[in-house]
């Protein structure tokens, strides 16, 4: 072996032993039985359940008609809209884009449809171009009426320091209808005041 050869050769040799050292130091030490038992309480938070896979119904293009009613003694405002379900994160959430029109105006909003596999409820959520305000509402899924009943709550736009008490339902009547009711209560007393009808293109 020549001089150049050996120098080559040591050199890879010294390569090689730094490269195992750092796969060694690289290796994750074993799990602590609690960090496995952490693990798969993470797995079982994470994965998508059954509830998930029901929230697939409201994936696709809608056409809207909204009802809105401010004074229950007077016809209802209408207006057109499209809405558009789209599963999002693996199937762990949908998200709800709708667009139309309110009093006239250029309407649009954008919510998710998801259940938390640790309080073991469903939810939902709205962002919407006529509000700075977050909602949120956690519910329950009904088999024998094929709904769902999400309760909430929001602050009175006339008295923001008063909150109203909100349930909404959602109920599907067929592979390619469902509908949307918003209630709110207020003096004792529960009053409908939306109704979104859903269409499926």
């Known amino acids: 072996m ?36 952490q693990m798969a309480a993470f797995e079982k938070a994470s994965t998508p359940r059954a509830e998930h896979q029901q ?6 293009n809608w056409t809207t008609k909204t009802q809105v009613w401010m004074d229950p003694k007077e016809p ?49 959520t709205w962002v919407d171009s006529m509000t700075t305000g977050f909602w949120l509402a956690w519910g329950e899924y009904d088999k024998s009426s094929n709904a769902w009943t999400f309760l909430g709550e929001m602050p009175d736009m006339m008295k923001p320091s008063t909150m109203i008490k909100v349930r909404q339902v959602i109920r599907i009547f067929d592979q390619n209808h469902y509908g949307f009711d918003w209630y709110e209560f207020r003096d004792g007393k529960e009053t409908r005041t939306m109704n979104i009808d859903y269409r499926r293109q």
Do not use: C, H
């Open 76 to 124: 209802a405002m209408e207006s057109p809209g499209t809405s558009k379900g789209e599963i999002v994160y693996g199937g762990r959430y949908v998200s709800m884009t709708y667009v139309g029109t309110f009093w006239g105006q250029p309407f649009n909003g954008y919510g998710l449809l998801g259940f938390d596999n640790l309080r073991g409820k469903f939810f939902n």
């Open 2 to 37: 020549n001089r150049f050869t050996a120098i080559a050769v040591s050199a890879l040799m010294t390569a090689a032993g730094a490269a195992a050292a750092e796969d060694k130091k690289a290796e994750a030490p074993p799990m602590t039985a609690e960090q496995q038992a």
């Open 55 to 60: 929230l697939a119904y409201f994936v696709g």
